[in-house]
């Protein structure tokens, strides 16, 4: 591999007698994880379907390895949302931050969605997964992703940070920032990142991750857990990151990263002061394990004064009301009274309980796109359909997995199906929901999003 002159010799510096061993995991082969979505099955459930030959990865217990031959992304499971298909090292930072139910959680970096749809696991349909990228662009696989998932608690947001701390102010639990980096990590994976690695690219990366903390700092509660992780093995942006961030923010202290899941302990010889306290941080290494690399740090914020949050009230539109016929006649499903139902350009959305007030920011998503308002009546969202399960349904249209009705189905096609009512209905594979479709005369019409189609 054609790698930068002045990396090998930096490397060569860093890892001394572990350099050639560095080298060599260049020319291994590379490694696919998928990691379970919990919000729909368990990975013990996952596991006994047998659809694919899998090994754990050791510090995710829903992430598992697959084989170079197989095609996960071609499975009707991955367009039930059973599954993301995400880099095993990836998997570490969400792993690692302690998320507890009813936790309001920020992503600070989220696009494409793979810490952001880990993290909604953990919560478990509680509190409020904030998904933020400053790319509006980046956030539409982000969106995409969180409807796949069939996450309801979602909100996702397209700032820069600073104007989301000032805004909100410190509102939040735990704080992911998996930062823009180098992406050493990456080398392997995408050639484009080697070309793009220079001194200057290096410094942008470190002023950039610098004003990130800062602000994700100030976006964090008293007694709150801040993860800051990279795919890079550079320490100005790993441990001497952390040693500035600490020496400028006396009310945060470092907590050890459990090494027993395959972790390296970080580098102390590599801060300037050399102090054991960053030993702490966790670093994972291609030579060493299966995987990319990472480093993660964990962070504790001990002081500090937590902000009110102001929370969004429902609209008091009448339009709310042919939802909830529509909801009455197709749907066996107890819709909250607590959520908050907003109504953005005929678009109906339910936001969880407690969602802070969204004036003045660029929100790109909501909660749950129930569906849209035309002219008097209501067409459900495919995002809606995703959050349903089998017996959410009044008519429902069950296929087994190998049916090639399935495969129709996903490819956007009308479909035949005995013994179905006329009018909207689920459609399942394997009874797990894959979307709408409007019954008629026992033939399916199909709803399926045309930008979701199976290729």
């Known amino acids: 591999m054609d790698l930068p002159i002045k990396y090998i010799e930096r490397m060569k510096i860093l890892l001394g007698k572990e350099f050639h061993s560095y080298m060599e995991s260049f020319s291994d082969p590379r490694h696919y994880g998928l990691r379970v979505n919990t919000l729909k099955i368990s990975a013990e459930e996952f596991l006994n379907k047998n659809k694919f030959d899998l090994q754990p990865v050791k510090w995710c217990s829903e992430g598992f390895y697959y084989g170079e031959n197989e095609r996960p992304a071609k ?112 080398f392997r994976k995408e050639k484009d990142i080697i070309k793009a690695w220079d001194d200057e690219m290096l410094s942008f990366c470190v002023n950039e991750q610098m004003a990130i903390l800062e602000n994700a700092a100030k976006l964090l509660k008293k007694d709150g857990y801040l993860l800051y992780s990279t795919c890079t093995f550079n320490p100005d942006e790993d441990e001497r990151i952390i040693e500035w961030f600490l020496n400028t923010h006396e009310e945060f202290e470092i907590m050890d990263i459990d090494k027993n899941f395959g972790f390296e302990k970080g580098e102390s010889k590599w801060t300037r002061s ?97 569906g849209s308002f035309k002219k008097d009546r209501f067409e459900p969202s495919q995002h809606l359909a995703m959050t349903l399960k089998k017996g959410d349904f009044k008519n429902e249209a069950h296929l087994d997995i190998d049916d090639i009705r399935v495969i129709k189905y996903l490819k956007g096609e009308t479909v035949d199906f005995e013994n179905i009512n006329d009018g909207w209905c689920g459609v399942f594979a394997d009874g797990f929901i894959m979307g709408w479709a409007k019954a008629q005369k026992f033939r399916l019409k199909n709803k399926y999003p045309a930008t979701w189609k199976m290729e």
Request: positive net charge.
């Open 274 to 370: 050399g102090s054991k306290i960053f030993d702490k941080c966790a670093r994972l290494w291609p030579h060493k394990t299966k995987g990319e690399g990472h480093f993660l740090a964990l962070l504790h914020k001990r002081e500090g004064e937590n902000s009110l949050v102001t929370p969004m009230k429902s609209d008091n539109d009448k339009k709310i009301g042919i939802f909830w016929e529509f909801a009455k006649e197709n749907l066996n499903v107890e819709f909250s009274k607590d959520a908050v139902y907003q109504i953005i350009n005929n678009d109906l959305y339910m936001l969880p309980k407690g969602t802070p007030d969204l004036k003045g920011i660029r929100v790109m998503r909501s909660g749950v796109l129930l």
């Open 75 to 186: 499975h009707p499971y991955y367009h039930c949302g059973l599954y993301y298909l995400q880099e095993p090292s990836a998997m570490s930072s969400a792993a690692v931050l302690p998320v507890n139910t009813g936790d309001f959680v920020l992503d600070l970096c989220a696009a494409p969605g793979g810490k952001t749809t880990q993290l909604a696991s953990k919560l478990k349909g509680t509190g409020i997964i904030w998904a933020n990228d400053i790319s509006a662009g980046r956030t539409k696989a982000l969106v995409k992703n969180i409807e796949l998932m069939g996450i309801k608690n979602a909100v996702v947001t397209s700032e820069n940070p600073e104007k989301l701390a000032e805004k909100l102010g410190a509102v939040f639990d735990k704080v992911l920032v998996d930062a823009p980096c180098s992406g050493e990590g990456m």
